[in-house]
């Protein structure tokens, strides 16, 4: 009787204790967060008022690299971790509310068109990175992680993979860190080859969601080239994201046929399992926002709250981003992810500036 | 091993050791709260949030 009367009361302190343990984190993520919005602002108002010619940056890369100094210069303390990692969360709470800023035949014709861009950037990434895995003669596990994370989403990916496929810890944390820092590359890389090629807001949106393999990354890339361009990637990635199941199914029937992973089961139940709710989410959203549900005003409220769980998101990948971490992980499984990405990034390119002259994006 | 050690070893082993799979968790926390928010918006409830 003792223990029943204790257990809950126990359960909802630790509960407390790790709701505490969130605040240091996530006030380090709004001041970062509104320190980049506050810095682009300043750079416009000085070049106004000076009449200097200064670069507009947006607060996205302000964000993003106020983090990385912190992380890769004085270190963020372990007080602010737990806070830090709810990036993921505001990153899909933010994608949910966009659903307000897409029209649903929007969603539907946007949609399509990434599907089938989709489709075809999974088979050469697979095809890619399992080539050069075996060229580098990589373990075959490390290689089905990385070609789950170079071509789906990164590290949700990989992560649902490892347990699929019944992967090491270490060839999950090759893969992982090599996506990551592959995507913090893109993220620099990828509107200003966008920018030097001209590309369109819709083109690039599109390049960046189904190039970049991080979601965070690649919402972010996206907002560095234009808002409407982040919208699009954000819808490109999502696809890309809803395949995951697909994927990891295939690779997790792959290794059980080979008795190095545990059999699959209903494959419906493990689609189900893996794949991201979020997506439904937004989908309902443009459905309750196309059908003239949400007032106007509230549309712009929820638009507007969806960029400021991003700005949090942009803080997180910039403080998630520890060089030396990546550095620790070793060259091989890098390069073999550089080089495939390398791959993706050349062939989606192609694909989206002809699905632009065919179609019109 | 001294504290700046410690916390070094710490990290790296933090680093080595990936994530537990919490995706579908964080999924299903981030479509509920956004559907509190959604049903504010719906109902009149949803303050007015600039940017």
Known sequence: MTTDTVAPAA???????????????????????YAGKLAETGV??????????????????????????????????????PGIATYEFWLKLGIVLLGARFLLGDVLKLGGVSLALVVIELFVAIGVVVLIGRWFKLGPKLISLLAIGSSICGVSAITAGKGAIDADDEDASFA????????????????????????????????????????????????LYSDEAAKVAVLAKSTRNATIGFVVLGFALFWAARGQARAVGS??????????????GFLAVSVLATAGLIAKADLTSLGNLSRWAFLLTFAGVGLSTDFRAIRRQGLRPFAVGALAEVTVTVVTLGLVVAASAWIGL | MTEAAAE????????????????????????????VIVVAAITGLLPEVSW
């Open chain 1, 44 to 81: 416009k108002q000085l070049a106004e008022s000076t009449g200097w010619s200064l670069p507009n940056i947006e607060y996205v890369l302000w964000a993003i690299l106020l983090g990385l100094i912190i992380t890769n210069t004085v270190g963020v303390h372990r007080i602010f971790r």
């Open chain 1, 176 to 223: 992982i860190a090599a996506i990551l820092a592959l995507g913090a590359f893109g993220l620099f890389a990828y509107p200003a080859i966008a920018h030097l090629i001209g590309m369109s807001t819709h083109e690039f949106g599109l390049w960046a969601g189904l190039a970049v393999d991080n979601t965070a990354e690649a919402t972010a890339a996206g907002a």
């Open chain 1, 11 to 33: 359960s909802g302190n630790d509960l407390a204790a790790r709701a505490a343990a969130l605040i240091p984190g996530l006030l380090l993520l709004a001041a970062i967060g």
């Open chain 1, 267 to 280: 494959r419906t139940r493990f689609l189900w399992a893996k794949f991201p709710k979020f997506v439904l």
């Open chain 2, 8 to 35: 070094e070893a710490a990290q790296e082993r933090a680093t080595a050791a990936p994530r537990p799979e919490r995706t579908p968790v964080l999924d299903w926390v981030a479509v509920g709260v956004a559907a």
